[in-house]
């Protein structure tokens, strides 16, 4: 990888990727009455001024819950560490509210700056969030990389023109995940030689 392509910040997804929490997005859909697979914070915008401040509150309550019992995914800690020791940026983007994704990674003792939410930025898979995130770390977007569980993480990176990390959790991607068009599949955080390799 020539010196220009080298990558100097990650962009991390939060829930699913950096931590595991226990919220559940089809309950919080069968709790509003949701169909069942439809991105939460889309159909939301779509409700009446009043059900979308409902079904806000609901959501929020189950942030809150998972954020309580929030646990850094094995190996993330010495990742971390890992691109600290190299000058590595990490920072986090994610869909949830920003006081909850703090409170997770507070809870995990893990450190990431900066850290946005759904309130500072479009909700992936928009890519505007990754480009401030970009914008404060003063790197091009070819020198960083989004990293997480699914598509809409995926879908921004590719739309921002960053370079884009599927994490899979331990097992082999799926077809359709494939179909995503990451630039690198990884599957463990304990065994991330593969990604340590191809950010040098």
């Known amino acids: 990888m020539p010196a220009s392509s080298r990558i100097y910040g990650l962009i991390f997804d939060l829930d699913g990727t950096l931590v595991q929490s226990s ?4 309950a919080i859909r069968r709790e509003l009455g949701l169909p069942p697979g439809e991105p939460l914070l889309e159909v939301l915008a779509r409700l009446p001024a ?9 959501l929020e309550r189950h942030e809150e819950h998972a954020a ?7 190996g993330v800690v010495e990742l971390l560490a890992w691109l600290a020791r190299r000058k590595v940026r ?6 949830s509210a920003r006081r909850f994704a703090l409170a997770s990674l507070a809870r995990t003792g893990l450190q990431c700056d900066p850290v946005l939410g759904r309130e500072d930025a479009p909700p992936k898979p928009d890519p505007a969030g990754i480009w401030s995130i970009c914008d404060y770390w003063g790197l091009r977007p070819e020198q960083t990389a989004m990293v997480g569980d699914y598509r809409f ?7 921002a023109g ?6 899979t959790g331990g097992r082999e991607p799926t077809e359709e995940e494939l179909s995503w068009g990451a630039d690198l599949v990884l599957g463990c955080f304990l065994k991330a030689e593969k990604l340590l ?4």
Do not use: C, M
Request: zero cysteines; a neutral charge.
């Open 68 to 74: 309580q019992r929030a646990t850094a995914t094995p």
């Open 162 to 167: 960053v370079r884009t990390v599927l994490y």
């Open 197 to 200: 390799e191809w950010l040098e």
């Open 90 to 95: 990490a920072g986090v983007l994610t869909r």
């Open 23 to 26: 919220l559940d997005f089809d």
């Open 153 to 159: 993480d995926i879908e921004a990176g590719r739309r």
């Open 50 to 58: 009043s059900q979308a401040r409902h079904g806000l509150a609901v």
